[in-house]
């Protein structure tokens, strides 16, 4: 058989019902299995361009750009014995050619016509004390210093130290110390010259006015070890 029209190939891709001979061509002839597959390719691009993505309405010009499009195809229709197909599968068909150039189309004048808000920016990370922590314990070389930092109502300690030991079966421990009572919070251990530990919400600032950083032994006591190699008063900024 002769190779048949471009729009009895759209028709199989579709679906249409069609003559076995018709499929049975289709699988011989390389360039109408071609288009056949390259139609079935579109049309599923455009079944899935909007899934999952919400689009914005966009403005009437795009539409009456794309109206236009369709219109200028002035082609004179190609009778065929198949059965008629619905009036919307020859338009399916031509908008699957149109599909990728109006998405895009879309994206780019929803840009231009509606720029998004620049976001405000959000909240600024607040120092509400501050202090410097010295050496306490004889022959200790810690020293550094150690902030009070609020940001959305959370608050951290940010400690910075230098001069810390490194000594086997031992770690060094930051601690909140209230200097009337000589309580001990247990913040957090010092892996590295800094680090931020966040401090409990039921901590109150103005009993836990000072710093302790104590060299710990691993002997799975939780206690402080009475060793402190540096201290320091948190004075509020």
């Known amino acids: 058989m002769s190779h048949p029209d471009q729009e009895t190939l759209v028709g199989l891709a579709l679906g249409d019902e069609h003559d076995p001979s018709l499929e049975a061509h289709v699988q011989d002839c390389e360039r109408c299995r071609d288009e056949v597959d390259r139609t079935r390719h579109l049309l599923a691009g455009a079944d899935q361009l ?3 993505v919400e689009l914005e309405r966009p403005p009437a010009h795009v539409w009456t750009a794309v109206r236009q499009e369709l219109d200028a195809d002035d082609r004179p229709p190609v009778l065929t014995e198949r059965r008629r197909r619905p009036w919307w599968q020859p338009a399916a068909a031509a908008v699957a050619g149109l599909a990728v150039g109006v998405a895009a189309t879309i994206a780019v004048i929803a840009v231009t016509d509606d720029e998004a808000p620049t976001p405000s920016p959000g909240p600024s990370p607040a120092t509400v004390a501050r202090g410097e922590v ?7 070389t810690t020293t550094g210093s150690a902030e009070v930092v609020r940001l959305d109502g959370t608050r951290t300690l940010d400690v910075d130290l230098s001069g810390m030991p490194v000594r086997s079966g031992a770690y060094v421990q930051t ?21 931020s530990f966040p401090i409990p919400a039921s901590v109150d600032l103005d009993a836990y006015t000072s710093v302790d950083i104590s060299l710990e ?3 799975g006591n939780p206690a402080h070890s ?7 008063e948190l004075r509020p900024s």
């Open 175 to 195: 601690w909140l110390f209230d200097p009337k009572t000589n309580d001990m919070i247990a913040l957090g251990v010092m892996d590295q010259d800094s680090e």
């Open 50 to 52: 909007g899934a999952g």
């Open 217 to 219: 032994p691993l002997d």
């Open 134 to 140: 010295t050496p306490f314990s004889t022959g200790s």
């Open 226 to 232: 009475a060793t402190s190699l540096a201290r320091g």
